[in-house]
């Protein structure tokens, strides 16, 4: 394990030929970093695999200060007044004075549980009329009093929860692992309607492994049966839905102008698509996965990929204008890729031994978190455990 430490790099860093970005600095912690920053101030919040939430200062990647738990902290923090929140795979949820680091209240739910290999997340909080909703490996969804940390209510699923909740109207929406996206009332946990997802043949479940968007009257979401669908927010019917076929599109995706901007898994696809009729408007390959969700920054679009990369495109055209490329990447990527981008002959993805290959791509840096963006600020954690602060130029 590598000593906690964190670099400051004010001196512009040109990574290549055709990059417009600037690393301000980047700070080390001991564990892969899944999920997103969020910002408060002047300080940016993340969780690592170290089993620690950071606070740093957003401009110069100073520590404030750590919070150790007992468990992997793939959760994105949630700020409630003067509160952080957060869940960790020891099977708490978190909240903590935001300022000081010092712990308010913990409530414990029946256990945190990883479906499999490709499970990276945790389910986040959100926060609605002083009530902490989350949902829980335990298959559980809970209602938490934001001050006092008490259990208002819970509704028990059939599969683990790791998507992180959405609201509107006072009604709760979030899928699951056994299939079901659920809407319930916010304030009392009753069912409002349940859609189940089509499966497929090698994944009949249709697990949902991530959040959906609100867009309009709609709710849009991916699947593991290789399907995104969009639903009616008030009856949970469908209103269209397109197969990726071979592909599990896990992803959030991002709304922008009335598109929706996503990746795939495996087929190693990004998609801009109308959000309200799901026509596409064009994809982009790629040669990885893409988990984590879009975001907008001087008027491109940027996500990361398990390749180690951070892309910026333009969202009328797909084009790709530049990328940052990790150091790790860089120095691995030969191990893993042609010179064209292609995998080598002598790498399998999904063969024998698909956990040594998964971790082979992870050492590149895979980029899982959603990058945040403030002040032309691109913030975002990768699978080696370091945290960026990158300024485009």
Request: proline letters at 3%; a neutral charge; one cysteine or more.
């Amino acid at each position: 394990m590598r000593k906690l430490l964190f670099s400051l790099l004010f001196i512009p860093f040109v990574l290549d030929s055709y990059s417009q970005d600037t690393l301000l600095w980047k700070f080390s912690t001991d564990g892969e970093i899944n999920s997103s920053p969020t910002i408060s101030g002047n300080h940016i919040y993340f969780g690592s695999g170290d089993m620690n939430l950071y606070s740093v200062e957003k401009y110069s990647g100073r520590l404030n200060w750590k919070f150790k738990t007992q468990g992997k902290i793939h959760s994105t923090p949630f700020l409630y007044n003067e509160k952080v929140l957060f869940s960790s795979t020891d099977g708490n949820v978190y909240s903590l004075d935001k300022n000081s680091g010092k712990q308010i209240w913990k409530f414990k739910t029946k256990g945190e549980q990883r479906y499999d290999l490709w499970d990276y997340y945790l389910s986040s909080p959100v926060v609605y009329n002083k009530i902490v909703y989350i949902g829980s490996g335990d298959s559980t969804v809970y209602a938490i009093g934001a001050d006092s940390g008490k259990l208002i209510w819970s509704y028990k699923t059939n599969g683990i929860i790791h998507a992180t909740p959405v609201l509107k109207d006072s009604v709760l929406y979030l899928g699951s692992y056994d299939g079901y996206f659920y809407a319930f009332d916010s304030n009392t946990g009753k069912l409002i309607w349940k859609f189940k997802t089509v499966g497929d043949s090698y994944f009949p479940k249709g697990e949902i492994q991530k959040a959906a968007i609100i867009y309009n009257n709609s709710l849009i979401f991916g699947s593991r049966d290789y399907n995104i669908y969009c639903l009616d927010l008030k009856t949970g019917t469908g209103k269209w839905n397109m197969k990726e076929r071979g592909s599990w599109i896990i992803a959030t995706p991002f709304e922008y102008k009335n598109y929706i901007y996503f990746g795939t898994s495996d087929s190693h696809l990004f998609y801009c698509m109308d959000a309200s009729f799901g026509e596409i408007k064009w994809t982009i390959p790629l040669n990885m996965r893409v988990y984590g969700s879009a975001s907008i920054v001087d008027g491109k679009i940027v996500f990361g990929c398990f390749n180690g990369k951070l892309y910026f495109v333009d969202p009328d055209t797909g084009k790709i204008d530049f990328t940052f490329q990790t150091e790790q990447s860089k120095m691995g990527y030969s191990k893993i890729y042609t010179s064209d981008d292609k995998f080598r002959n002598d790498f399998e993805l999904y063969g024998k031994d698909m956990e040594k290959s998964e971790k082979q791509i992870l050492s590149l840096g895979s980029i899982l978190s959603d990058p945040l963006v403030e002040d032309h600020i691109v913030y975002f954690g990768d699978a080696n455990g370091y945290f960026y602060a990158l300024k485009l130029r």
